[in-house]
T-cell receptor, first 114, second 113 residues
């Protein structure tokens, strides 16, 4: 089955700096890569996603890049703010006949210091 | 507003007891999922259902059971056979087409006392 590795496990930045979280996946058939943000005591929320036919996607301060050849994808947050502090998860799925069953990375605890 | 409701938010179980976690959605989603979250291990799939009256085991199904009698509901039972049930349990749903992200509930924290 699919295996997703996520790094780093913790990330500490100063407000205004950029933050980058990286994930690798094992199954070349995976074609859908969402990122989730989880605040303390809550369920994860989808913040951005990318499909395998696209190399990069941006949404305001958040961007995701995908390298299919190397089987890795990354989340980039620019101009970080204290409210960006949370746990971030990457995930991968094959979609289609697998009906979007997601395999998650281990999570990154992001702390943004004012 | 549409969403997923998990209840209860906190649950305490004595050893040897079965407990059932509730998950209800009004998003008209076909697929529903149960994940377990432990510190440092991400989210691991317990069971999933793509359609009413059908469900499949995930990666860590031992000691758990589910039912899907209605489209809106996907309850999870943690049985006494689950050796280490203390965890945060998350329910999610999606359209089932693999073309969109999950909507998650707010979770149930289960503690064995």
């Amino acid at each position: 089955g699919e295996n997703v590795e996520q790094h780093p496990s913790t990330l500490s930045v100063q407000e205004g700096d950029s933050a980058v979280i990286k994930c690798t996946y094992s199954d070349s058939a995976s074609n859908y890569f969402p990122w989730y943000k989880q605040e303390l005591g809550k369920g994860p929320q989808l913040i951005i996603d990318i499909r395998s036919n696209v190399g990069e996607k941006k949404d305001q301060r958040i961007a995701v890049t995908l390298n299919k050849t190397a089987k890795h994808f990354s989340l980039h947050i620019t101009e970080t703010q204290p409210e960006d502090s949370a746990v971030y998860f990457c995930a991968a799925s094959m979609g289609g006949t697998s009906y979007g069953k997601l395999t998650f990375g281990q999570g990154t605890i992001l702390t943004v210091h004012p | 507003d549409g969403g997923i409701t998990q209840s209860p938010k906190y649950l305490f179980r004595k050893e040897g007891q079965n407990v059932t976690l509730s998950c209800e959605q009004n998003l008209n989603h076909d697929a529903m999922y149960w994940y377990r979250q432990d510190p440092g291990q991400g989210l691991r799939l317990i069971y999933y259902s793509q359609i009413v009256n059908d469900f499949q085991k995930g990666d860590i199904a031992e000691g758990y059971s589910v039912s899907r009698e209605k489209k809106e509901s996907f309850p999870l039972t943690v049985t006494s056979a689950q050796k280490n049930p203390t965890a945060f349990y998350l329910c999610a749903s999606d359209t089932g087409t693999g073309r969109g992200g999950y909507t998650f509930g707010s979770g149930t924290r289960l503690t064995v006392v």
